[in-house]
């Protein structure tokens, strides 16, 4: 199975600065990294996919980059709706695995 | 438009069942693998179960293997989820999920609103 370890686990910041998340595979899964939003009571939202391919409807300022087992998340400059949890996904084979979530809090 | 509405959630005793299911409509669903994903109270996602469009291929978590039964019915247009043996462990809200494609595992393009289930003597 593909272990999936995001870091940090959570992380305060203030509207406009630049986050970034990081999320590492135990084993290569090429490009077949998915990320998430979710916000508390509600169910997640996909924002990228293939690592780096952005959802349609999310916004530019989302960004995502990386190959093999090392993958990063990157909010440009983060806005009021952006305060959630992140949570990154191998799509390289069964079982799906999800990171255990980045909580981006208010600083 | 895409829509999954689960049901089937409650109150259950440890060592009891319960049956999910997962309405589906918008798209063709026998066309795409669907997946089950659970999330504990406070807790991260987990996924539970996939099963692929055609249901001929069904995969599950270590924590659910035998004890979990994850099934569709492509006339209905429907995903379930067989819960036996249940635990504490278990309690959570599930998720049903869309595949983008028939079979394999990738990114879950839509889900449902979550059906609650806790398990509590």
């Known amino acids: 199975d593909f272990q999936m370890t995001q870091s940090p686990s959570s992380v305060s910041a203030s509207l406009g600065d630049r986050v970034t998340i990081t999320c590492r595979a135990s084993q290569d899964i090429s490009s077949w990294l998915a990320w998430y939003q979710q916000k508390p009571g509600k169910a997640p939202k996909l924002l990228i996919y293939v690592a780096s391919t952005l959802q349609s409807g999310v916004p530019s300022r989302f960004s995502g980059s990386g190959s093999g087992t090392d993958f990063t998340l990157t909010i440009s400059s983060l806005q009021p709706e952006d305060f959630a949890t992140y949570y990154c996904?191998?799509?390289?084979?069964?079982?799906?695995?999800f990171g255990g979530g980045t909580k981006v809090e208010i600083k | 438009e895409v829509q999954l509405l689960e049901s089937g959630g409650g109150l259950v005793q440890p060592g009891g069942s319960l049956r999910l299911s997962c309405a589906a409509s918008?798209?063709?669903?026998?066309?795409?693998?669907m997946s089950w994903v659970r999330q504990g109270p406070g807790e991260g996602l987990e996924w539970v179960s996939g099963i692929t469009g055609s249901g001929g291929s069904a995969y599950y978590a270590d924590s659910v293997e035998g004890r979990f039964t994850i099934s569709r019915d492509n006339s209905r247009n429907t995903l379930y989820l067989q819960m036996n043996s249940l635990r504490a462990g278990d309690t959570a809200v599930y998720y049903c999920?869309?595949?983008?494609?028939?079979?394999?595992?990738?990114?879950?393009?839509?889900w449902g609103q979550g059906t609650l289930v806790t398990v509590s003597s």
């Open positions: 999920a869309k595949g983008t494609q028939e079979v394999g595992a990738t990114r879950l393009h839509y």
């Open positions: 918008g798209f063709t669903f026998s066309s795409y693998a």
């Open positions: 996904q191998q799509a390289n084979s069964f079982p799906i695995t």
